[in-house]
């Protein structure tokens, strides 16, 4: 039971060291790719969104894994993959 015990002291350690790891950065990150996951996947045409380069544009196109947004008055159209999208900026 003695050497039992002296595991125990030993690897406890370990696993509180995981546990505070795992809610502190696993689990944060999970949620965060899955929000950016749904809203990937429900985006639409007209929305606005906010590319990772800092463009901003509405989307006139979309299929699996690219859109085509409009960024300005003179209808300049950029054609980037969802993956480019850092967020909608229109609930």
Do not use: C, H, Q, W
């Not at 544009?57 to 054609?79: F, L, P, Q, R, Y």
Request: hydrophobic share 45%.
């Amino acid at each position: 039971m003695n050497s039992m015990s002296a595991i125990l002291i030993n690897v406890l350690p370990f696993l509180v060291v995981f546990v505070i790891f795992y809610f502190l950065l696993i689990l944060p990150e999970k949620k965060r790719k899955k929000k950016y996951g749904n809203m990937i996947s429900e985006l639409k045409v007209n929305d606005e969104i906010m590319t990772r380069g800092g463009i901003i544009g509405k989307i006139v196109n979309i299929d699996d894994e690219n859109v085509v947004i409009e960024t300005s008055a003179a209808k300049t159209k950029i054609k980037l993959a969802k993956s480019g999208i850092s967020y909608k900026t229109n609930k």
